[in-house]
């Protein structure tokens, strides 16, 4: 999981969304994915789905998290 803020950054390694990135789901008002904040979850205490990015975001993700850990 990677946090999600509406404090809108312009650091290297946040990604800003709105609701036309999301395939299901709703933001509240634009946001950023901050790919420098990961974290793991066991799947019992998930209690429901916020939504679901595009495959064009969870790419970015992916390359900036790369970019991190080379």
Same mark, same amino acid.
Do not use: A
């Given at each position: 999981m990677a946090a999600?803020? /509406?404090? !809108?950054t312009s650091k290297d390694y946040s990604i800003f969304i709105t609701n036309?990135?999301?395939?299901?789901?709703?933001?509240?008002?634009? /946001?950023? !994915?901050?790919?420098?904040?990961?974290y793991t979850l066991a799947q019992n205490i998930v209690i429901k789905k916020f939504g679901e990015v595009n495959d064009g975001v969870m790419n970015e993700v992916r390359n900036k998290i790369n970019e991190l850990i080379k």
């Open positions: 999600i803020t /509406s404090n !809108i036309s990135d999301l395939l299901e789901g709703n933001l509240k008002v634009d /946001s950023c !994915i901050r790919v420098d904040k990961i």
